[in-house]
């Protein structure tokens, strides 16, 4: 069956993205925040910083430390998983980092400490790219100087057929599985992982592909901060 006629199990075509929600200024007792369904994942994530970094120790006298906390809420996948932190939020936290560094002036904040913390409230798939692409708006709510927003999504293989941002099924059961992390405007990656058996042909499509949902997302992005930021001209206007 060709690509064009091939439907995936949510009905999707192969390289088309799940149904994706982002807004911005979602908390009011963070510094910066945003929210983002990307599916049937929904993810909340919020800002601290920068600030005094401690324990002070730890801190870097040349620049800020960023600091990634990724956890799913027990509630957030069935069946129901424990609270605790596990193995796999740890690498996921330590993944956000990474992908986010490049995209933060970091040099103009040393000594302090700039805290993600992101919370998965239904998980579906791809909460890590989901999680780091809230996450970079949320640290431009934040008001944190950044070179570009970062986005991310994953390209992958299923029953032979290379697809765009996959589902928890399709994580599941896929051949292979390739979160990428972007600055479209700079067109750098800033992340870029497999999981699985590629050929490098199959590699090679799956980033371009990823990258190409990328860009689509980075629009996303662009829209939810416009809009808060609208809304607060208006509110201002209101008050005069």
């Not at 910066?32 to 002070?56: F, L």
């Given at each position: 069956?060709?690509?064009?006629?091939?439907?995936?199990?949510?009905?999707?075509?192969?390289?088309?993205?799940?149904?994706?929600?982002?807004?911005?200024?979602?908390?009011?007792?963070?510094?910066?925040?945003?929210?983002?369904?990307?599916?049937?994942?929904?993810?909340?994530?919020?800002?601290?910083?920068?600030?005094?970094?401690?324990?002070?120790?730890?801190?870097?006298?040349?620049?800020?430390?960023?600091?990634?906390?990724?956890?799913?809420?027990?509630?957030?996948?069935?069946?129901?998983?424990?609270?605790?932190?596990?193995?796999?939020?740890?690498?996921?936290?330590?993944?956000?980092?990474?992908?986010?560094?490049?995209?933060?002036?970091?040099?103009?904040?040393?000594?302090?400490?700039?805290?993600?913390?992101?919370?998965?409230?239904?998980?579906?798939?791809?909460?890590?790219?989901?999680?780091?692409?809230?996450?970079?708006?949320?640290?431009?709510?934040?008001?944190?100087?950044?070179?570009?927003?970062?986005?991310?999504?994953?390209?992958?293989?299923?029953?032979?057929?290379?697809?765009?941002?996959?589902?928890?099924?399709?994580?599941?059961?896929?051949?292979?599985?390739?979160?990428?992390?972007?600055?479209?405007?700079?067109?750098?990656?800033?992340?870029?992982?497999?999981?699985?058996?590629?050929?490098?042909?199959?590699?090679?499509r799956c980033i371009e592909l990823a990258i190409e949902g990328c860009q689509h997302i980075y629009e996303l992005q662009r829209e939810a901060l416009k809009r808060k930021y609208e809304e607060v001209v208006e509110e201002v206007k209101e008050g005069e």
């Amino acid at each position: 069956m060709s690509e064009e006629k091939w439907r995936r199990v949510d009905g999707r075509a192969w390289n088309e993205l799940r149904p994706i929600k982002i807004e911005s200024g979602v908390l009011p007792n963070a510094d910066g925040s945003a929210y983002i369904e990307m599916g049937r994942n929904k993810i909340i994530v919020a800002v601290y910083g920068p600030r005094e970094m401690h324990p002070k120790h730890l801190a870097k006298p040349d620049m800020a430390v960023l600091r990634c906390r990724y956890h799913m809420s027990p509630f957030s996948t069935h069946p129901r998983r424990s609270p605790g932190p596990s193995r796999r939020d740890t690498e996921i936290g330590m993944v956000m980092r990474y992908a986010l560094e490049p995209a933060i002036f970091l040099e103009r904040f040393p000594r302090a400490s700039i805290d993600v913390y992101a919370e998965v409230l239904q998980a579906d798939g791809g909460t890590r790219c989901a999680s780091i692409t809230a996450a970079a708006v949320a640290l431009v709510d934040a008001g944190i100087p950044m070179r570009d927003l970062v986005a991310a999504c994953a390209a992958g293989k299923i029953e032979g057929h290379i697809i765009l941002d996959l589902n928890d099924h399709e994580d599941k059961y896929g051949e292979a599985d390739v979160p990428v992390a972007y600055m479209p405007r700079l067109n750098k990656v800033t992340l870029l992982q497999m999981d699985g058996v590629l050929s490098p042909d199959e590699l090679r499509r799956c980033i371009e592909l990823a990258i190409e949902g990328c860009q689509h997302i980075y629009e996303l992005q662009r829209e939810a901060l416009k809009r808060k930021y609208e809304e607060v001209v208006e509110e201002v206007k209101e008050g005069e």
